[in-house]
Each structure stands twice: as C-alpha cells, then as structure tokens.
C-alpha cells in the first residue's frame, strides 16, 4: 500500500470574520502566525495541505457542502434517490432550494477560501527558509492549479464567477472596496485554462516517491484544463440565448449568445494533446484478468474502483467518507451479523437501471437486444442465478458491477457467509425489515462498493479517471469533426474494456451520422460513468434536465411482496425548471456586493 498525502486541516487559516463579506471574508489575518507558518518548511506545508483538503470528498453526500464540498451529484441527478428526508438532495428534487439553502453558501463560499488560501500561499512560499527552490516552485504551482480547479468546480455550478486573480484584499478593508462584479464565463475559461498551462510547467508527471501520492501532477492540470474547455464548448454556455438577460450592471454579457463551433475544437485539442502526451505511458485503462490469467471485464469494472493508484487515476481524494457510502451501498441484510448488514438507502433509480446494455451491447430498446420484459430466468449464467427476473439476466458486466437487485449474491463472503438480497417488502432489506432504512426504489448502487466489511473505508474517491478523457474527447471531438476516426477508437476502448461489442464490428453497427453518434456517446457516458458524480452535471451541460430531471423518476413496487414488487412505479415527481440549469448566487453575497448580480429566475 503506497504511502499517501494526508489532507488535514490546520488552525493557521482563519476562516471566519467579524465582517460579513460573503466569501471576501476568508483572507488569513493573523500575521503574527502567517509569519510563523511561513517560517519552516513543516508548517507552510500544512499550509499548503490545508488548501488541498478543498477538493471535494463525493462519498459525503448525505450531508452537502461543508468544508470538505460533498456533492449531491448522485441523488440529486436521474440516477439514484436517498430513502432518508434529511439528505438535502432530496429537497432539490423537488425543488425545495433556493439562495439562502446552507449547501449553496457552502459551495461559493468554501471554493472562494481554497482560493484564497491558495493565493496567499502563492505569495508567500518564497518566505521559507529552509525549503529547496525547487520544492518551492513546485508548491507554488501545486497552489495554482489548486486554485484553478476550485474555479473550474464553481463554474460548473454558477456559471461566470469574479476572478480575482493575484490580489488579497484585507479582511478589514471598507465594504466599498469590496465591490466586484462577475467576470464573463469566457474570461473565467481563458483564466482557468492559462493558469492551469502554466502550473503544469512546473509540476511532475508522476509524484516524485510514494509519500507524494494524492499530490497535483501536471497530467491533473492538462485534465482539468481540457474539461474546462469541455464545458464552454456545452449547449449551457455556448450560444444559450436562456441566458441573454445574465449581464452585470454596466450591461456586459456575461455568457455569449453566439454559437461557437469553434469552442468544441478548442476542448478536442486539448483532449487530443493530453492523450498524446500522457497515453499509456502515463495513464491506461486499468484492467484486470481472472485467476486463469484470462481478461475479465467484469474484474476490470469492479477493481477499477477497488484498488488504489492504479494507472486509470488522474485525480483521486485520499481523506474521504468511504465509510458512509459503503454504509449506503450495503443492504439491510436482516439477520446477519453487523459487517452484513448496512442500509440499503442509496437506491438506484429503473431510469438508471435501463440504460445499461444487454450483453450483445445493444439498448434494451433495441428491438434485437434479446431483452425480456417479464418472466424469470430458467437457469444460471455467469452473473445470475436461477430464478432471476428476466430483465436483469444477460445484461452486461456493468449492470453487475454497478447495481444490487432483488436477488442479487452479496459481495461479502467473508466466513464464508452467502447473502441474497432480499429487496421486495417483508425481504432480508425490504422496506417493512427495514424500518427507515430500505432501498427507496428497490434496487442499490453497488459501484465502488468493497468486498468486506462495509465499516473499513480507507480506499481513495477517484475524481477524475482515463475514462472520462476518452469519453470528454469523443464528445467533443463529435461537435467539432463528425466522422474523424478517432471517435470510434476511443468509445470503442471503453466498450472492449467492458466487454461488449465494439461499434463497428460484425456484431454491431457503428452509429450513422453525428446525430446518432452524439446519442451513443451519451448513453455510453450514462453507463460508463454512473453514480461518478458526472450525470448530474451532464444533464446540465447539454441542457436536457428539463426532460430527464423534471417529473416523475421511476423504481419499483417497494410496498409489495414479489411478484407485485416487480412493478414499475413512479416514486417521486422532481421538479427542474430553466433557473435550476445555475446555482443562485447565495443571497448573503447579493445583499453586500452590489456590483454581484443573481442567477437569472432566482
């Protein structure tokens, strides 16, 4: 097990004023113990750690925002849904947010401290004595392109925020000279992606030794540089007359009413030159063979998440709530002893169900994919057992790798104990067992989930992986050059990886046309990429969660015993109208600065 970065967080920041000033409050103001942190090595890089522990820690879901910046990526997009009515994704679902919600100041305002500490690292690394200039540059640059990426992470949710670049204003400054207007999303792009181009100067391609494992690298700047391209390229902000009236008060557009094709070439070449440079020799899809040394795409799926610093990794966070999610993934399993027995309560949603591929890789709505809509399974197959429903039979690798259903052998065997999962009311982890925790929809997300006991949490989150960059390539390089090669290759690498037929091959047709290309990227992203943190944002980019976020999302009869279990039932009507596409700004920062203008329909 290599040795990794400890995220901690240190008592030198003070992160709170006596001067509401919304997120220009977070600026250090003890100079006496700057001056100390500053003076040895140890010390700056607990600074430095500190600014590191920004990164957002995505099993954390239950509880949003925060220090850390937990997501609520995974309930709050079409995938899954929290049984519990405390989780404050639930609450988006339905709409029931808005500018004073806690998670919304957390986000705006905690991203805005990582930068500013950032800065004011930045500026003072020079300070330490008795650190190298060598280990002083690349701190400085691990800095910078921290502070990027918190800009990339804001933008993602606010759109156009205030760059405010080098300068660290004082904490007891006069409230007029606080008063900062957004920047145009296109400026916050070129910002984001030149700083990122010049920490990746000076940062390395891989840590230096195995204490410096979790660290930036320059393969995380390029990555990060290519997915803020990605997303100015995306129908949100590019050309998206919905957000004509977003201007700031001298009248300066703040999202560009054009639609620039262009945006999408940018975002390819930056994909193409990181795949160029860093593919394989850096990164590679991880994979993994049986014990017969044979390729297993089943293994490749699961241990993908399972094993740490493989080479897939691009950015991962050490410091995390693994615990809690496996709690999440873990069913009630009644009457087994505790290492069995969790909640259940993060439930996958049938909308997220049905998008994985038969195992012939076609879509279940494909009218040669051999799916069965009712009926049970007369014999085992190497997932299943007999007996299974017909519609989770035959289904490919990911589908097991990423859900639990009625039915489904549990992952511990430890003892040599073999579980089945009992989803349908009075079952081991129904909803009548289970009293207030039970799968919500009658199926689990299974993905990331370890093979033992679910209370021994110490794997890494991976953030950002080679899969993505394959998938964020083809997308783009889709918009801007139809019918370039490079689009079936790189799709087709996932696929191979998860053991279905290539497109193209005499199995399966390749897509004709970029209309039908876009709509497989998409569904290969969907399956792909599930309960990563990534539809939720997907949805948004392409602007279609009017469609898939808005009204009812489906799961199954959880009231009910088999065989009325197996009914497909709405479960919750969401509500997703056009102001949800942004995050409001949050209401306390309204109020102070006056030059900050809302989010428009908030």
């Given at each position: 097990?290599k040795?990794v ?51 957002p820690?995505e ?29 404050q ?21 905690n ?11 930045m500026?003072?690394?020079h ?8 280990l ?11 502070r990027?990426?918190y800009y ?54 891989v840590?230096?030794n ?25 129908p ?22 054009s639609y ?26 991880f ?12 293994l ?101 790798v990423n ?92 696929r ?7 497109y193209?091959?005499?199995e ?45 999302i489906?799961?199954?009869?959880i ?44």
């Amino acid at each position: 097990m290599k040795t990794v970065l400890n995220i901690v967080m240190i008592t030198v920041l003070i992160l709170t004023s006596a001067c509401q000033k919304g997120f220009l409050d977070q600026v250090p103001d003890d100079r006496l113990t700057l001056e100390e942190t500053f003076a040895n090595r140890i010390t700056a890089e607990k600074f430095l750690n500190n600014v590191y522990s920004r990164i957002p820690n995505e099993f954390g879901q239950r509880n949003p925002g925060g220090d850390e910046n937990a997501g609520l990526w995974t309930g709050g997009s079409d995938e899954a849904e929290y049984v519990w009515g405390f989780v404050q994704s639930n609450n988006m679902n339905i709409g029931n947010w808005d500018a004073t919600s806690g998670f919304v100041g957390d986000f705006w305002t905690n991203y805005y401290r990582g930068i500013r500490s950032a800065s004011f690292f930045m500026t003072n690394v020079h300070l330490v004595p008795d650190m190298s200039e060598a280990l002083k540059t690349q701190y400085l640059a691990e800095a910078r392109a921290l502070r990027a990426m918190y800009y990339f992470y804001m933008m993602r949710l606010f759109g156009p925020v205030i760059i405010l670049g080098e300068e660290v204003i004082e904490p007891d400054a006069p409230i007029e000279q606080v008063q900062l207007p957004r920047n145009t999303m296109e400026e916050c792009v070129q910002y984001v992606a030149n700083e990122l181009e010049l920490a990746a100067a000076d940062l390395p391609v891989v840590p230096s030794n195995d204490n410096n494992f979790g660290r930036i690298t320059k393969g995380i700047a390029m990555a990060f540089r290519a997915q803020t391209f990605l997303l100015a390229a995306s129908p949100l902000f590019n050309g998206n007359t919905d957000l004509a009236g977003l201007q700031n008060l001298d009248g300066t557009p703040l999202v560009g009413q054009s639609y620039d094709a262009g945006k999408w070439q940018r975002a390819a070449d930056a994909y193409r030159a990181f795949i160029a440079e860093f593919v394989p020799g850096t990164y590679d899809l991880f994979r993994k063979n049986d014990v017969d040394g044979n390729f297993d795409a089943y293994l490749s799926c699961r241990d993908l998440f399972l094993t740490d610093w493989h080479q897939e990794v691009i950015l991962c966070r050490v410091g995390n709530s693994m615990t809690a999610r496996q709690y999440e993934m873990t069913p009630y399993h009644n009457g087994y002893e505790r290492e069995f027995r969790g909640s259940g309560g993060l439930g996958a949603t049938q909308n997220q169900v049905d998008a994985f591929f038969m195992a012939n890789g076609r879509s279940i709505d494909d009218p040669i994919s051999g799916y069965l809509e009712d009926g049970f399974a007369e014999e085992a197959t190497q997932y299943t057992e007999e007996g299974t429903y017909n519609q989770w039979v035959n289904r490919e690798p990911r589908f097991y790798v990423n859900i639990t259903y009625n039915g489904s052998i549990w992952l511990n065997t430890n003892g040599g104990v073999r579980i089945v999962t009992e989803l349908y009311n009075n079952g081991n982890s129904g909803r009548a067992t289970g009293g207030n925790d039970y799968s919500p929809t009658g199926y689990i997300v299974r993905k990331a989930m370890g093979l033992g006991d679910w209370d021994a949490g110490q794997r890494t989150n991976i953030l950002y992986r080679l899969g993505n960059v394959f998938l964020d390539y083809v997308e783009a390089l889709n918009e801007a050059d139809p019918g370039n090669a490079d689009i079936l290759r790189y799709l087709n690498l996932i696929r191979e990886r998860a053991g279905i037929p290539n497109y193209g091959s005499a199995e399966l047709p390749a897509p004709d046309g970029q209309d039908a290309m876009r709509a497989a990227i998409w569904k290969e992203r969907r399956v792909e990429l599930a309960f990563e943190n990534v539809r939720f944002f997907d949805t948004r980019r392409w602007k279609i969660a009017e469609e898939t976020d808005n009204g009812p999302i489906y799961g199954l009869d959880i009231n009910s015993n088999l065989p009325d279990f197996l009914n497909v039932v709405p479960f919750e009507t969401r509500v997703f109208n056009k102001r949800h596409y942004l995050f409001p700004i949050p209401a306390n920062d309204i109020n102070v600065d006056r030059l900050l203008v809302q989010n428009p329909g908030w």
